[in-house]
């Protein structure tokens, strides 16, 4: 959960749970698609619970907030088949049908639908995982029950009409889990403030104002920017960072020489996080000088103001009404799409993408 436990203080599982979370729940879906008569074969059975317990390998700490600057160019999916792959090569290509359904290129398009779907086993268990570590009840969904609507037509992993209740509390928990949970204000500020703390200990490198030795634990990540092959040693050491690691840094950044470097890792550490105001339109632009104005006649940091006041966006995407949109078996047995078959529901506010706009500025 990484920095969500600043709210929700019971949200301190890990992704190894996760991980294995998910890889019990392929387990149930593919004994139940196995006793619908759905071909899977051992090898199949055995690849597709690879992909899925390693599905998150390539996340590291912090999850998405460190990403964005540890590895500034690369997602942590393509960090993921990275990893995959190398393991394949100690296990003697053991894992050729791994990669061939995480990366979507085995015939049988239900194996990668399962991993990374709209209705995909990661989801499964984290939504009811992280809904009964926070609190949130509204993530509380009827995984087995939406396991047991499962079936395969046409290499597609489709679901019984029966199961429509279960779909829309999947959707209906999904959304709210993100308002609520994953992009809740207090988290998102922390983790603002953390991308913020590592831009700029990477600038302080690039201008010559900090080195940045081989024995510094983000070496050497910081000095260089991610390509489309990630060496192996930069993968490496990416791997074996820690949450703890990340930590560490900013309690020796606390007395940095850096005055910006130094407020903004006390505003983590010391949990003295900046005000982080939320709304559907854009701010403007003489609502962002308004803060910066203030910032400067209070903390005289005109200099490096983007550092503590900043604006941006965030959206949640909850339904994608596209080639891999949810589908139910019709009573004559055709696959249709969850959307047509639900006429009392709008969709609108699931397929398309809702953004919001935060402004960070000092509480001060």
Known sequence: MGLSSLVYPGSHHTRFEHALGAMYVMQKAIQVLIGKGVSITTEEN??????????????????????KI?????????ISLSVIKQLNLEFDGRLDKAIEIFSDRYP?????????????????????????????????????????????????LVFESKGVHSLEKFLLARRLMYWQVY???????AELILVKVLERFRELISTGKEELTESHVLYPLIESDA???????????????????????????????????SKLSKQLIYRKLPKIKIQDKPFTEKQIAKKRKRLKEHERQEDHKDYFVFTGSISNQTYITDEAQILLRNKQGDPIPLASAIDYLDFNP???????????????
């Open 46 to 67: 055995e690849a597709m619970q690879i992909a899925i317990l390693l599905h998150d390998i390539g996340h590291g700490p912090f999850s998405h907030a460190s990403e």
């Open 70 to 78: 540890l590895l500034r160019g690369i997602d942590h999916e393509a």
């Open 108 to 156: 049988k398009k239900f194996m990668h639908q399962l991993v990374s779907g709209q209705i995909d086993v990661d989801r499964l268990d984290y939504l009811k995982r992280d809904s009964f570590y926070t609190g949130v009840t509204e993530g509380n969904i009827n995984t087995n029950r939406i396991i047991t609507m499962m079936h395969v037509q046409n290499q597609n």
């Open 183 to 189: 992009l809740h204000k207090t988290s998102l500020a």
């Open 227 to 261: 390509e489309e092959r990630l060496p192996n040693a930069v993968l490496l050491h990416y791997l074996a960072l820690e949450d703890a690691d990340i930590l560490h840094l900013l309690k020796s950044w606390i007395n940095h020489k850096d005055t910006v470097l």
């Open 350 to 364: 699931f397929s398309k993408p809702i953004y919001r706009y935060y402004l960070c500025y000092p509480k001060t």
